[in-house]
């Protein structure tokens, strides 16, 4: 038996290299199953190799076995062909029907592009600005890119009533701040505004949609340098309200920190951190946050003087108060239960430099709102200068103006 085997061995060697050198020379050949079903050109050369080691296997096992007085295994030599071939048939089906569903993909494809009488799914064109939303633009998305809100804003021009087109948004909830206000509806003007707190709950802000770009959320007001005079509201804080911190809005991010200095009825000091990365305001002041040592507003990546329009990108820190030992209280001002007390050791300040990277507590700042060791004042100097006007424990220096009588307003975007 075994020379019979080895015939059959050697033949089947020739086929294989047959077809091998027809590849070779790129000349097509016609080959057909057991099953006499056509086998294409790709298919002839990996059954060719499989043919090849079904029967070296079968010869190997058959050689050896000859002393032994085993049966013969002719039938499954058949029984391997048949199920290379079913094996390559079903592959066949297969790659039928993922043909089968790239023709239903495309059509699909093709009746929505042209559902609506448009040919073409509107694309996604990145911009700075919204433009215009009306009923001739009403379907055309936009990937809004801000230099505030640090994340991918996809949205739509939509028709919300009669005669009514708006910017929605697509990939957030429902718009949150002043700074969403502005960046849907950018002609919106300064005033009371209706927006979602962080309970999801309705409730109506000031907004200052005019200074430096707009979109600014008033979170807080003092009639006084003491910090601590001033209570948690549930109320509307407005320049024209009561004093007291927001305690609506606590857990929403902001990536700028505004403070507008008034006296005698006039901006004397206007001012924004813009922070390196963003953060929930009942976090605003960090626990030793100046370089490990006062409590302050830091990973300032820089401040921007508004009313001297001169932008400062050494400043890295605003020392709100000693070091306190304890949880920044400040912060729980901006939250639903509030404070008793916004500092715990009777400074608290705000306040920047345009030549230092440290200002506020136990600092010398260009401005200056708040308490030093008891001390409590507001300091500015002259517009658009970077020196340092005020000093340690309400002093001032280069020819600063000091008061103890003096509004602050506090915002945020």
Not at 298 to 321: P, S
Not at 358 to 368: E, F, M, N
């Amino acid at each position: 038996r075994w020379w019979l085997l080895t015939l059959l061995l050697i033949a089947h060697c020739g086929l294989a290299l047959s077809l091998l050198a027809h590849r070779s020379r790129g000349k097509s050949l016609e080959m057909r199953s057991l099953d006499g079903e056509r086998v294409s050109r790709s298919e002839v050369y990996p059954r060719a190799v499989a043919y090849l080691l079904v029967v070296c296997a079968v010869y190997s096992k058959n050689v050896v076995a000859v002393g032994e007085g085993t049966s013969d295994n002719a039938c499954l030599v058949t029984q391997l062909f048949h199920t290379v071939s079913r094996m390559s048939s079903e592959t066949k089906s297969l790659q039928s029907s993922v043909q089968d569903l790239t023709r239903k993909s495309e059509m699909l494809e093709s009746n929505i592009n042209s559902a609506g009488g448009r040919s073409e799914v509107s694309s996604l064109v990145s911009v700075t600005q919204l433009p215009n939303c009306s009923a001739s633009s009403r379907g055309e998305l936009a990937l809004l890119n801000s230099t505030v809100i640090r994340s991918d804003i996809v949205m739509a021009c939509l028709q919300t009533a009669p005669s009514l087109y708006e910017w929605t948004f697509l990939n957030k909830m429902q718009p949150v701040g002043c700074l969403d206000l502005k960046l849907r509806q950018p002609q919106t003007v300064s005033g009371l505004h209706t927006v979602r707190d962080s309970q999801g709950i309705d409730t109506t802000v000031y907004c200052d949609m005019d200074t430096a770009g707009g979109g600014w959320q008033m979170i807080g007001k003092s009639n006084q340098p003491n910090l601590n005079g001033v209570a948690t509201t549930h109320g509307v804080i407005s320049p024209l309200g009561s004093p007291g911190w927001s305690g609506r809005f606590g857990y929403q991010f902001l990536s700028e920190f505004r403070v507008e200095v008034m006296h005698a009825g006039a901006t004397v000091a206007d001012w924004f951190h813009r922070l390196r990365s963003s953060r929930i305001l009942s976090e605003l002041v960090r626990l030793r946050g100046c370089f490990n040592d006062d409590d302050g507003l830091n990973d300032i990546e820089f401040t921007f003087d508004i009313k001297g329009n001169i932008k400062y990108d050494r400043h890295r820190c605003a020392a709100f108060q000693d070091w306190c030992q304890q949880a920044v209280t400040i912060n729980s001002c901006f939250t639903v239960s509030g404070c008793s007390a916004a500092v715990c050791i009777g400074d608290g300040s705000f306040s920047f430099s345009g030549s230092d990277q440290v200002s506020g507590q136990d600092h010398q700042s260009t401005a200056y709102f708040g308490c030093d060791d008891g001390s409590c004042c507001a300091c500015w100097g002259v517009t658009g200068s970077s020196s340092n006007f005020c000093n340690h424990g309400c002093g001032s220096v280069n020819g600063g103006t000091v008061s103890a009588s003096a509004t602050a307003y506090i915002y945020i975007r």
